[in-house]
């Protein structure tokens, strides 16, 4: 089983910046494929980038691509999303989650989840 916790959440100001950092535990991280996912209170868990165990293979939704950037340093045992330019619709807890084999936009395939992470964009 892998523990993950979620850093770096904030406020910021519209056209600012974060950077979010999802800490493993438990199991080597390399084993699993990362995710990004964010909700706002009363609405589903939308999906925001993932990456493959290596690093190699990334993909975005759409309302993120071109300001959000995620990685993963596998030696640290963590990953992160690298948030510029961000804008008040971006104000949401963002979670990350792990999975043994996929890398998916489908939160269901997701295994493991962090607590989450509050971020807060102001206009």
């Known amino acids: 089983q892998v523990q993950l916790v979620e850093s770096g959440g904030g406020l910021v100001q519209a056209g600012g910046s974060l950077r979010l950092s999802c800490a493993a535990s438990?199991?080597?991280?390399?084993?699993?494929?990362m995710a990004w996912f964010r909700q706002a209170p009363g609405k589903e868990r939308d999906f925001v980038a993932a990456i493959s165990r290596s690093g190699g293979t990334t993909f975005y939704a759409d309302s993120v691509k071109g300001r959000f950037t995620i990685s993963r340093d596998n030696a640290k045992n963590t990953v992160y999303l690298q948030m510029n330019s961000l804008k008040p619709e971006d104000k949401d807890v963002y979670y990350c989650?792990?999975?043994?084999?996929?890398?998916?936009?489908?939160?269901?395939?997701?295994?493991?989840w962090g607590e989450g992470t509050q971020v807060t964009v102001s206009s």
């Open positions: 438990g199991r080597t991280l390399s084993n699993y494929a």
């Open positions: 989650a792990a999975d043994r084999a996929l890398m998916s936009r489908d939160s269901s395939v997701y295994d493991y």
